[in-house]
Nanobody, 125 residues
Framework: QVQLVESGGGLVQAGGSLRLSCTTS????????MGWFRQAPGKEREFVAA????????NIADSVKGRFTISRDNAKNTVYLQMNSLKPEDTAVYLC??????????????????WGQGTQVTVSS
């Protein structure tokens, strides 16, 4: 499994922005698609965004489309989630995930094998 560490969460007012980062020491990071999910208290884990290892394909959940952007810097072994126009309903623990090497940017939890511990994002109204 791939070790993943998220950072960048925090408390922000509605309408604000945050950028989450997920880093790994995995030396073949450029061969992994990466995804972001979120989980609010009492709710199931929800897909947010994913990016292919080729960078040519991104998938974005309808609930965040137009507000969130996923990107990656393979030289830094890091994937980012830029979150703009945040809403209180975006409050959740955000987790990054990696599927098996070479797999595409899936949109379900079953598509992923490795998970980070998560970073809390709280949006106040």
């Amino acid at each position: 499994q791939v070790q993943l560490v998220e950072s960048g969460g925090g408390l922000v007012q509605a309408g604000g922005s945050l950028r989450l980062s997920c880093t790994t020491s995995e030396r073949t990071f450029s061969s992994y698609s990466m995804g972001w999910f979120r989980q609010a208290p009492g709710k199931e884990r929800e897909f947010v965004a994913a990016i292919s290892w080729t960078i040519s394909t991104t998938n974005i959940a309808d609930s965040v489309k137009g507000r969130f952007t996923i990107s990656r810097d393979n030289a830094k072994n890091t994937v980012y989630l830029q979150m703009n126009s945040l809403k209180p309903e975006d409050t959740a623990v955000y987790l990054c995930a990696a599927p098996r090497r070479g797999r595409g940017p899936g949109i379900t939890t079953r598509d992923y094998d490795s998970w980070g511990q998560g970073t809390q994002v709280t949006v106040s109204s």
